[in-house]
């Protein structure tokens, strides 16, 4: 079993920035890939990016590559999400989720956190 509990989310202005946290409880967390996905007001939960178990891989959805980074400590048990040049529409529910095999199919996951709230003013 693993327990995912994200944080950092909050309001920011247009071309800011914010860090969300993943943290996870388990002692298996280094065997999972991780993954962050959003579902913004009326529309269907869609992929952000994912980092490999080792940390070594990381793959991203286009609407956020070269502005989201995804890193992990697995001393730590956590992941993060470092968003930058934030834009009105990255305004979502930021959801991270573990899967052994995830890449950008939500079905490939099987944990999730209860997801933080990102607000891009414009």
């Known amino acids: 079993q693993v327990q995912l509990v994200e944080s950092g989310g909050g309001l920011v202005q247009a071309g800011g920035s914010l860090r969300l946290s993943c943290a996870a409880s388990g002692r298996t967390f280094s065997a999972y890939n991780m993954g962050w996905f959003r579902r913004a007001p009326g529309k269907e939960r869609e992929f952000v990016g994912v980092?490999?178990?080792?940390?070594?891989?990381?793959y991203y959805a286009d609407s956020v590559k070269g502005r989201f980074t995804i890193s992990r400590d697995n001393a730590k048990n956590t992941v993060y999400l470092q968003m930058n040049s934030l834009r009105p529409e990255d305004t979502a529910v930021y959801y991270c989720?573990?899967?052994?095999?995830?890449?950008?199919?939500?079905?490939?996951?099987?944990?999730w956190g209860q997801g933080t709230q990102v607000t891009v003013s414009s």
């Open positions: 989720a573990a899967g052994p095999r995830g890449r950008n199919n939500e079905r490939e996951y099987d944990y």
């Open positions: 980092i490999s178990w080792s940390g070594g891989s990381r």
